[in-house]
Antibody, heavy 122, light 107 residues
Framework: EVQLLESGGGLVQPGGSLRLSCAASRFSFSNYAMSWVRQAPGKGLEWVSA????????LYADSVKGRFTISRDNSKNTMYLHMNSLRAEDTAVYYCAKVLDGSYPINVFEYWGQGTLVTVSS | DIQMTQSPSSLSASVGDRVTITCRAS??????LAWYQQKPGKVPKLLIY???VLQSGVPSRFSGSGFGTDFTLTISSLQPEDFATYYCQKYNSAPITFGQGTRLEIK
């Protein structure tokens, strides 16, 4: 079964930075687009960013554009989310998600990791 | 950006009931609509995509319909394990957006 394991979350001060990682296994990582989706405590789901299978196309929600950068290393089966200028409203569980099929990043999400909690607070 | 609005926001029902949740897009999205189920403390689970295609392994009591701007998720006979929060998601174009969720509770 597909495995997605996020890491890198934690407590950070407003204005700080973090890098999240998503280690993928048990599927051909380089063939699939991937996304980050977050969920603030007690709130709904919010798509954050997506990346095509090759990394050539990246997309962002307006709420994080210019502050977050998505990337991937297909040789390591790992996706990343570099988060800068963090704000209190970025506090959430961040999930990585594998698309159902194909390389196109705007897609449905078949598998989700367990998530990593990012808390932005002074 | 296209907004996704679910109704109702919460719903109380009994085991065996037929339940329908609605998702409305502020602009047409063709068939590019998915439904997810999320239980407390768990990750979302894909139920339906392309408005009406049942994801592998999902019980047949779940069904979806709709096209364009109006979509529905129907559970034909509620089971105890179905009490959860349900989200719709549009994926016709960026940005991906989710509905605000519908919390399905036991009556």
């Amino acid at each position: 079964e597909v495995q997605l394991l996020e890491s890198g979350g934690g407590l950070v001060q407003p204005g700080g930075s973090l890098r999240l990682s998503c280690a993928a296994s048990r599927f051909s990582f380089s063939n699939y687009a991937m996304s980050w989706v977050r969920q603030a405590p007690g709130k709904g789901l919010e798509w954050v960013s997506a990346i095509s299978h090759s990394g050539g196309t990246t997309l962002y929600a307006d709420s994080v554009k210019g502050r977050f950068t998505i990337s991937r290393d297909n040789s390591k089966n790992t996706m990343y989310l570099h988060m800068n200028s963090l704000r209190a409203e970025d506090t959430a569980v961040y999930y990585c998600a594998k698309v159902l099929d194909g390389s196109y990043p705007i897609n449905v999400f078949e598998y989700w990791g367990q998530g990593t909690l990012v808390t932005v607070s002074s | 950006d296209i907004q996704m609005t679910q109704s109702p926001s919460s719903l109380s029902a009994s085991v065996g009931d037929r339940v329908t949740i609605t998702c409305r897009a502020s602009q047409g999205i063709s068939k590019y609509l998915a439904w997810y189920q999320q239980k407390p403390g768990k990750v979302p689970k894909l139920l339906i995509y392309a408005a009406s295609v049942l994801q592998s392994g999902v019980p047949s009591r779940f069904s979806g319909s709709g096209f364009g701007t109006d979509f529905t998720l129907t559970i034909s006979s509620l089971q105890p394990e179905d009490f959860a929060t349900y989200y719709c998601q549009k994926y016709n174009s960026a940005p991906i957006t989710f509905g605000q969720g519908t919390r399905l509770e036991i009556k």
